[in-house]
């Protein structure tokens, strides 16, 4: 079966400090990956989805970057954070060439600046 | 632009009472709909899925209804159950792999 892993799962930063967030898929291959963020009581908000490795696409300007260095491996970068950076963010995974596009989520990191 | 809503952000039900939550959605190429259920702090878990060729969908004490005529989807929990206490989003596709657009979100609360 397959298993998506995001770390760490809470995360407080001082403004201005880099960001490594790391989500791993088992059990699949080539798959379909996404980083979504959340505001406290918000909905989800797309930042990057990859269909392979070194393939990024940017949904929205924004201080973060992505970077897929192997085909199961998805990683969320800041250089320097800013408060508005905090909220939750979850790493998906959707299969290619299916009928349905259901994505499958990791648990999520908390991320806090101060 | 195109875009998912949802009518209602909070809804709460009396426990072993059904609940509705709805979604109107604006994107008529949308071929594919799906509900999730996020529990505080955690990730959104699958709960049902349903095509545009089909208008109800059911799965254990859910189902899924489209109104294509309207844009109109909504998903039926039956006897609700205080463990139901989520977070609810709608998200729909175009379909053929293309990403999907997530809704705002209902927060469904189950009073004992």
């Known amino acids: 079966s397959q298993t998506i892993h995001q770390w760490p799962a809470t995360l407080v930063q001082p403004v201005g400090s880099p960001l490594s967030l790391e989500c791993t898929v088992e059990?699949?291959?080539?798959?379909?990956l996404y980083w979504y963020r959340q505001a406290a009581g918000r909905g989800l908000q797309l930042l990057f989805y990859?269909?392979?490795?070194?393939?990024i696409s940017s949904e929205v300007p924004q201080n973060l970057s992505a970077s897929r260095p192997q085909d199961r491996q998805f990683i969320l970068s800041s250089k320097k954070l800013l408060l508005s950076d905090s909220g939750f963010y979850l790493c998906?995974?959707?299969?290619?060439?299916?009928?349905?596009?259901?994505?499958?989520f990791g648990p999520g990191t908390r991320l806090t600046v101060l | 632009g195109e875009s998912v809503g949802l009518h209602l952000p909070t809804l709460s039900v009396q426990e072993g009472d059904n609940s509705i939550i709805n979604c109107a959605y604006s994107?008529?190429?949308?071929?594919?709909f799906i509900w999730y259920k996020q529990e505080s702090g955690k990730g959104p878990q699958f709960i049902i899925d349903?095509?545009?060729?089909?208008d109800k969908r059911q799965g254990q004490r859910v189902t899924v209804l489209l109104n294509k005529t309207v844009k109109h989807l909504s998903l039926q929990i039956a006897a609700t159950q205080p463990g139901d206490s989520a977070v609810y989003f709608c998200?729909?596709?175009?379909?053929?792999?293309?990403?999907?657009?997530f809704g705002t979100g209902t927060q469904l609360k189950v009073e004992l």
């Open positions: 059990g699949t291959s080539n798959p379909n």
């Open positions: 994107n008529s190429a949308s071929d594919y």
């Open positions: 349903i095509r545009s060729n089909m």
């Open positions: 998906a995974w959707s299969q290619k060439n299916q009928g349905d596009d259901e994505q499958f």
């Open positions: 998200a729909e596709s175009p379909g053929g792999g293309n990403k999907l657009t």
């Open positions: 990859s269909v392979g490795i070194g393939q």
